[in-house]
């Protein structure tokens, strides 16, 4: 069965880059069938998608967030990794990995990220 | 972009039947995918394609979509069904391409 876990640091300074990579478990992330993605969840708030990617490289992203936002693949770690860049406090949020392309399952557990100095 | 419109509370006495809509231009057009989430928790998809259980979802949750409206059905609800839900749907037409609806919070009381 599918697992996915989301690690990196909890706390970014404003205008810094904020890091996430997701570990696959219990199945191959070069698997053609899949896409791999991020949505973010603001504390009290509804989901924002980020975006998805496939191990080919082949993305996509929300309009509003894909100026500052990178995501790529590493199959040899099985793992998948996702960047914003000169973050505010608006970017605060559990942020989820997922796969999926029409609709996501399963959902990794979530990680907190603040952005506050 | 496309909007999804959720209420923002549905209430539900145990055992009995709990209703969440989900209004779109034509959603009835879309694919729609439900979720639950309870507190302090990822979100769980419930149903799929509209009216379709991933396994291991229980046949008390289910889903129909006609025009306007797409609507998830729990049937029987348990105190455990208490959480918020979210609609989402896949929008070829813009460059957002996932849309959610603002969530449902369900209240068993």
């Known amino acids: 069965q599918l697992q996915l876990q989301e690690s990196g640091p909890g706390l970014v300074k404003p205008s810094e880059t904020l890091s996430l990579t997701c570990s696959v478990s219990?199945?191959?992330?070069?698997?053609?069938?899949?896409?791999w993605g991020w949505i973010r969840q603001p504390p009290g708030k509804g989901l924002e998608w980020i975006g998805s990617i496939h191990y080919s490289g082949s993305t996509y992203q929300n309009p509003s967030l894909k100026s500052r936002v990178t995501m790529s693949v590493d199959p040899s770690r099985n793992q998948f990794s996702l960047t914003v860049k000169s973050v505010t406090a608006s970017d605060t949020a559990i942020y989820y990995c997922l796969t999926g392309y029409n609709w996501f399952d399963p959902w990794g557990r979530g990680t907190l990220v603040t952005v506050s100095s | 972009s496309y909007v999804l419109t959720q209420p923002p509370s549905v209430s539900v006495a145990p055992g009995q039947t709990a209703t969440i809509t989900c209004g779109g231009n034509n959603i009835g057009g879309k694919s729609v995918h439900w979720y639950q989430q309870k507190p302090g928790q990822a979100p769980v998809l419930v149903v799929y394609d509209d009216s379709d259980r991933p396994s291991g979802i229980p046949a008390r949750f289910s889903g129909s979509n006609s025009g306007d409206t797409a609507t998830l059905t729990i049937s029987r609800v348990e105190a455990g069904d208490e959480a918020d839900f979210y609609c989402q749907v896949w929008d070829s037409n813009s460059d957002h391409h996932v849309i959610f609806g603002g969530g449902t919070k369900l209240t068993v009381l």
């Open positions: 219990g199945g191959s992330i070069s698997g053609t069938r899949y896409y």
